[in-house]
């Protein structure tokens, strides 16, 4: 059965999806289906005989890849296994476990995340400042999360530390010196750990793409096609990236927003969609909006940050009612209304997975969280903590990790310090030892230690017992039911709940042989405990909310100093801040709120003038509702 999917794309989406060769740029705003031509473009390839393997795909989330593979699947009944799909991030670990040795790292390397990122960094700082400081206490130096942003910074932005620095924490620029030196250890700590954290595996993927012409001509000779969503939030690493992939065939189709540019934290940079374009690149434009009812659509127009392209879009969906801008007291009343509104709309017939709760900070969703729970509207929250960063999820993966890489400092420190009697002191002495000693046989490293201790004699002997099973599951059921069961009893009132985690944590296990694989997929995974296909209301940061759409929408805590945020209005940041806004609003289709608090308004920060996304709103485009009393 032949599909006709091009009958499922309007005049300016199908030019841009028939387009043969190159390197192309669609550029447009919201909802008018850029990510739907990526996903058709996909869908043409391979209906017009380019293979699975021979394409490359980049999505925001692994959770989007998956989409649309599955469309693609549906429409052409092929196996698409060999499709390379996914974050940069996945394509990046990809690659470096093939290629590791070549840039002095094993294959078998660890993936930090920012937690054990962070707690690597701090352990380096200290030695370092006991070393430069002995006695004396250095009170003013950067704390470990600030040394972890500048780093970052400057590895993703690909400039000097000091640049970094300058940039972002101008004030601590007398410590460049020290800076450099934790910097310098860290990077060393890492390697003889045989770690990487999430920037590194950016940076070493481009470094070998760069320095390796073979791997280069190789892997690039591999992807007939590039495809990139998002493409206005990439960084330059992720650029080099593109244009090293695509150095053999030079077919790169890119789409992208330049309105919803919002990482520049994280070194994205809007420059990249204009170098693109500068190049040979065909450019193409779509202006219908088929996401939102036409009164959103109107309010959006009119919303268009100030730094970005002037589009106005079209809209194809009926009328609909005004975006709401809502005026209540404070954060309990603000959640109130939102609990209320939300009974009221599901009653109306609205499924509660097709209702999303955006907000720019985490903090400002707990009331909400709280009078949800209360009035028994089940959500799932798509950022704050993952899955992953449990505590106790993290404890049973250190005893993989270590599994997998017995020199990885973090993971040994946090196993040692679940038993009883072993100490930060001691903890951190194994760990040492462990990751400096030659062998790499757990039953030798105990051996040698020289410290003897009944907890240590417990841990040696879980490890052996690990390592008698061949499957991942069944080394974490072995590991829960000999100790960490009871250890969870012991140590949580909230026991039953970790334990149905662990629960599902063998359940996902059972889907890989793997253990390599598991933990590189948990590591570098945003969507494991994203509950697909339960319908619970959403809640989310309006930076996780990209690329995604909900029937209703709420924005929270639209008051000067949340969103916009203090901090970035006062480092000059409001360009971004208005992306962000922008963002928001055009998630919604048929439904928009805007939440704000009058008390904010009327004590801190009313006397510091701080901008007002409400100021900017024509009054004739919304609803006025107050909600005060
Ligand atoms: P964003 O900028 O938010 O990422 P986008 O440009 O990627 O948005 P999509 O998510 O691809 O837009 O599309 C928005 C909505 O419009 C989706 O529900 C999509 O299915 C629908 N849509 C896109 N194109 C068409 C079309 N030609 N006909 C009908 N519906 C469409
Ligand atoms: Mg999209």
């Known amino acids: 059965m032949k599909i006709d999917y091009l009958q499922e794309l309007d005049e300016e989406q199908r030019k841009a999806v028939l387009e043969s060769e190159g390197r192309s740029l669609v550029i447009a705003g919201p909802g008018s289906g850029k990510t739907r031509v990526i996903t058709y473009k996909l869908l043409h390839l391979l209906m017009n005989g380019v293979k699975p393997s021979q394409i490359l795909l980049v999505t925001f989330t692994r959770a989007a890849a ?51 990122s962070l707690s690597l960094i701090k352990h380096v700082r200290t030695r370092v400042l006991d070393r430069i400081f002995q006695d004396e206490k250095e009170k003013h130096f950067p704390a470990p999360s600030i040394l972890q942003k500048v780093f970052s910074y400057s ?25 450099e030196e934790i910097y310098k250890e860290y990077t060393i700590e890492k390697r003889t750990q045989n770690c990487v954290d999430y920037d590194d595996l950016l940076s070493l993927t481009v ?57 520049s934290f994280r070194g994205a940079r809007f420059e990249n969609v204009k170098d693109f374009a500068r190049s040979d690149a065909k450019i193409f434009k ?46 309990a009343s603000e959640a109130s209304f939102v609990a209320r509104q939300i009974l009221k709309l599901i009653e109306f017939g609205y499924e509660p997975n097709q209702i999303g709760i955006l907000y720019r900070s985490h903090s400002h969703s707990f009331d909400v969280q709280l009078e949800l729970t209360r009035n028994q509207i089940a959500f799932r929250i798509l950022s704050g903590l993952r899955f992953t960063e449990t505590a106790h999820v993290k404890d049973v993966l250190a005893f993989l990790r270590l599994l997998q890489n017995p020199k990885e400092k973090v993971s040994w420190i946090r196993v040692a310090r679940l038993f009883p009697g072993i100490g930060a002191k001691t903890a951190s002495a194994f760990a040492d030892h462990a990751s400096s000693v030659e062998t790499m046989d757990f039953q030798e490293m105990f051996e040698s230690f020289p410290l003897k201790k009944p907890s240590l004699s417990r841990l040696r002997e879980i490890f052996s017992e690990l390592m008698k099973e061949e499957a991942v599951s069944k080394k974490i059921e072995r590991l829960y039911e000999s100790f960490y069961k009871e250890y969870l009893e012991e140590n949580y009132s909230d026991y039953t709940e970790r334990q149905l985690d662990i629960q599902r944590l063998i359940e996902m296990a059972e889907r890989y042989r793997s253990l390599e694989r598991f933990l590189s997929d948990l590591m570098i995974s945003e969507d494991v405990n994203q509950e697909r296909g339960t319908n619970k209301v959403t809640l989310t940061t309006v930076h996780q909310a990209k690329g995604l759409e909900w029937d209703v929408v ?25 992306r962000i806004f922008y963002v928001a609003i055009t998630r919604a289709k048929e439904l928009l709120y805007i939440m704000r608090q009058e008390s904010v308004q009327r004590n801190y920060f009313s006397w510091m003038k701080l901008p007002d996304f409400i100021d900017g709103i024509p009054r004739e485009l919304v609803e006025w509702i107050d909600a005060t009393d």
């Open 554 to 578: 709420f924005v929270l805590s639209v008051n000067p100093g949340d969103f916009p945020s203090y901090y970035a209005v006062i480092d000059g940041k409001l360009d971004e801040e208005e």
């Open 155 to 179: 590895v993703n932005t690909m400039s000097s530390l000091r640049q970094a620095l300058l940039t972002l924490y101008p004030k601590h620029a007398e410590f460049e010196k020290i800076i």
């Open 66 to 116: 998956n989409e649309m593979i599955e469309r693609a699947k549906q429409v052409t009944g092929m196996d698409l296994e060999e499709l390379t799909a996914g974050t940069f991030h996945h394509v990046c670990n990809l690659l470096l476990r093939r290629y590791a040795n070549r840039v002095g790292i094993s294959p078998n390397f660890t993936i930090l995340d920012e937690e054990d």
């Open 207 to 263: 470094f070998l793409l760069e320095n390796d012409p073979q791997v280069r001509y190789r892997e690039a000779s591999k992807y007939r096609w590039l495809l990139v969503d998002e493409f206005q939030d990439t960084n330059i690493l992720q650029l080099k990236m593109v244009d090293q992939l695509s150095s053999v065939h030079k077919n790169a189709f890119v789409v992208a927003d330049d309105a919803q540019s919002i990482y």
């Open 286 to 331: 779509i202006q219908t909006n088929y996401r939102s009812t036409q009164r959103i659509v109107e309010f959006i127009n009119a919303m268009i940050p100030r730094t970005s392209v002037p589009k106005l879009l079209r809209s194809v969906k009926p009328d609909g009612p005004k975006p709401k801008v809502v005026s209540t007291w404070d954060r």
